[in-house]
Each structure stands twice: as structure tokens, then as C-alpha cells.
């Protein structure tokens, strides 16, 4: 099947500061990639559908000024968490779709540690 | 979508079979049931997907109703490694947005 790659899988960063965090599909193109967080014993909710060569589209109570989305190319999306703080700390996701009734393939995740 | 309602864990014996159920009463006849699964700190990953015949793949077998208001995911022979959360999920393919909402979920843990 299709893989979708994140970088980095985890990173520790300092309150304040901002992470950015990639989302690659390898071997085919995305036009729609999805972010979600996942915090421990809970199940994984959306934060936004990114578009390639568009804005992102943010579900309700997503800060979009928080969670900067850029889906500049048809094989990367990026989620930046700007101004980190230990709440933002978390598991994120990101998903991308092939057209179609066909599975979603999801990255192996990015653990965020915010301190 | 439609909403699933899945128990919230599950146990099962090492090399049993897994029977996971899903309920989905209020199914569309355009979606389209899939499975997922995610291990402990991993993203999700797609098991196997329906509409309305009983499916195989080499991971599990997913019986849909006749009446497609449930369906159970089987794994024939249980691993130590099938020890995660399983979700069934209910869409429809649309061609501008195909959003994946999951629920809560079964938690499987596989007993040695």
C-alpha cells in the first residue's frame, strides 16, 4: 500500500517555541492530507483538512493562528505548532486520502513533548 | 457519516479467533464500512473495508449484515501483536472532502 512518512517522531521543544512537523506521501501524490492529535487513552480527532495550493480548512475549536498548515507541494504538508505550550503536547497524525472507496494511509505519528 | 457504536474493550486467548462487532443502524446505502487498527504510540492502520458482501484479506475477514446495520471484524488466529484499538468506521466516498472521524473504538488486548 501507499506510505505516508512523518518527520521528526518525536520531539521535545521548550514553551514558546515553535515545531514544525512534516507529512510525506511517498509514492503517490496528495491533493488532501489530514492532521490529527491524539491525546493518551483517547481516540484520534481531526484538526484540519490541508489542500494542496489552498488554505487549510480547520475543524471546530482548532486555533488556525496556533496550527500553522502549509500543503505547499502534492507530497508535503506541514503542521506548525507556534508558541508551544506544555497542553499542545500530544500525538499527532497526519492521514493522506487516494481518490476513491480506498483506504486512508496514516503516518506512524509525531510525539510532541512540549516542557 | 454515519455513527458506529463498538464496545469499548475486548479479551481474547492467544491463537482464538478475534470477533470484534460493530453496530452501524443508521448506514447509508452509498458508505462504505472500514476497519483500522492502532497499536500503542503507532498511526493507524487500514485492516480492510466493505460496502456490502463479506470480505478476506490476508489480515481478517469483515462479515457485513444482510441488512448492513452491523458487522463483525474477524482475526482467525489472535497474535500477541493484534493487541491494539480497533475502529470501525462508516463514510461515504465524496470527490472534494473524505474526512475519517474516529470513535472510541475497541480495545483488544490478546491474553497469552
Known amino acids: 500500500g501507499a506510505v505516508v512518512s512523518q518527520h521528526p517522531s518525536w520531539v521535545i521543544c521548550k514553551s514558546g517555541t515553535s515545531v514544525k512537523i512534516e507529512c510525506r506521501s511517498l509514492d503517490f501524490q496528495a491533493t488532501t492530507m489530514f492532521w490529527y492529535r491524539q491525546f493518551p487513552k483517547q481516540s484520534l480527532m481531526l484538526m484540519a483538512t490541508?489542500?494542496?495550493?489552498?488554505?487549510?480548512?480547520?475543524e471546530q475549536g482548532v486555533e488556525k493562528d496556533k496550527f500553522l498548515i502549509n500543503h505547499a507541494s502534492l507530497t508535503l504538508s506541514t503542521l506548525t505548532v507556534t508558541s508551544a505550550h506544555p497542553e499542545d503536547s500530544s500525538f499527532y497524525i497526519c492521514?493522506?486520502?487516494?481518490?476513491?472507496?480506498?483506504?486512508?494511509?496514516f503516518g506512524q505519528g509525531t510525539r510532541l513533548t512540549v516542557v | 457519516d454515519a455513527k458506529t457504536t463498538q464496545p469499548p474493550s475486548m479479551d481474547c486467548a492467544e491463537g482464538r479467533a478475534a470477533n470484534l462487532p460493530c453496530n452501524h443502524s443508521?448506514?447509508?446505502?452509498?458508505?462504505?464500512v472500514y476497519w483500522y487498527r492502532q497499536i500503542h504510540s503507532q498511526g493507524p492502520q487500514y485492516i480492510i473495508h466493505?460496502?456490502?458482501n463479506n470480505e478476506t484479506n490476508e489480515m481478517a475477514s469483515l462479515i457485513i449484515t444482510e441488512d448492513r446495520k452491523s458487522s463483525t471484524l474477524i482475526l482467525p488466529h489472535a497474535t500477541l501483536r493484534d493487541t491494539a484499538v480497533y475502529y470501525c468506521?462508516?463514510?461515504?466516498?465524496?470527490?472534494?472532502?473524505?474526512?475519517?472521524?474516529f470513535g472510541p473504538g475497541t480495545s483488544l488486548s490478546v491474553i497469552p
Open positions: 468506521i462508516v463514510r461515504v466516498q465524496r470527490t472534494s472532502y473524505d474526512k475519517v472521524i
Open positions: 492521514s493522506a486520502r487516494v481518490i476513491g472507496p480506498k483506504e486512508a494511509f
Open positions: 466493505g460496502l456490502k
Open positions: 490541508s489542500n494542496e495550493g489552498s488554505k487549510a480548512t480547520y
Open positions: 443508521t448506514i447509508s446505502g452509498n458508505e462504505y
